[in-house]
């Protein structure tokens, strides 16, 4: 596609362009896997076209609105773990992570939220960690302490000690 305008994430459908000519696009962010929503279809006409501009619009409106839902939750107490996990989810070094990565450590995170959401963050120490990592075992241990590492790391936090 040769345009002025640089899309991205627009996939083309096929090698074919379609009966009228143009080529049919499809709005796919990397790693997206499932079923397409239809506002991510976009329209029968030349990228240059504004109806074709506005459909891109929309749909990477659209992904943005779907990537925010991941952020909202419940409100937490002031100074928690709870709302230390909204924070991280939210912030921009979590929003750079591949989207497998950040599946597996928002999974994480939510696991340490529902178990200790209430608790201070101001008041995570080593012996917190270490009792936690101990559930886990080689590679699931070590995956942990790197989410949790990421994690005190966003939020200005030491979880050991040197």
Request: charged share 25%; aromatic share 12%.
């Given at each position: 596609m040769r345009s002025d305008i640089w899309y991205k994430w627009l996939n083309r459908s096929?090698?074919?362009?379609?009966?009228?000519?143009h080529d049919r696009y499809y709005f796919r962010p990397k790693g997206y896997r499932g079923k397409l929503?239809?506002?991510?279809?976009?329209?029968?006409?030349h990228s240059r076209d504004d109806r074709?501009?506005?459909?891109?619009?929309?749909?990477?409106?659209?992904?943005?609105?779907?990537?925010?839902?991941?952020v909202?939750?419940?409100?937490?107490?002031?100074?928690?773990?709870a709302e230390a996990a909204?924070?991280?989810?939210?912030?921009?070094?979590?929003?750079l992570l591949s989207d497998a990565v950040r599946s597996i450590r928002r999974a994480r995170i939510e696991i340490l939220s529902d178990q200790y959401g209430g608790a201070?963050?101001?008041?995570?120490?080593?012996?917190?960690?270490?009792?936690?990592?101990s559930q886990f075992d080689g590679?699931?241990?070590?995956?942990?302490?790197?989410?949790?590492?990421?994690f005190c790391k966003?939020?200005?936090?030491?979880?050991?000690d040197h």
């Amino acid at each position: 596609m040769r345009s002025d305008i640089w899309y991205k994430w627009l996939n083309r459908s096929n090698t074919r362009p379609h009966k009228n000519g143009h080529d049919r696009y499809y709005f796919r962010p990397k790693g997206y896997r499932g079923k397409l929503p239809d506002v991510w279809k976009m329209p029968d006409c030349h990228s240059r076209d504004d109806r074709f501009v506005t459909a891109y619009a929309a749909a990477y409106n659209y992904y943005l609105g779907w990537l925010s839902q991941d952020v909202v939750e419940a409100p937490a107490y002031v100074g928690s773990l709870a709302e230390a996990a909204v924070k991280y989810k939210s912030s921009h070094e979590f929003g750079l992570l591949s989207d497998a990565v950040r599946s597996i450590r928002r999974a994480r995170i939510e696991i340490l939220s529902d178990q200790y959401g209430g608790a201070q963050i101001s008041g995570l120490q080593t012996k917190h960690v270490q009792k936690d990592l101990s559930q886990f075992d080689g590679h699931a241990q070590r995956n942990q302490l790197k989410s949790l590492a990421t994690f005190c790391k966003i939020l200005g936090q030491r979880i050991w000690d040197h």
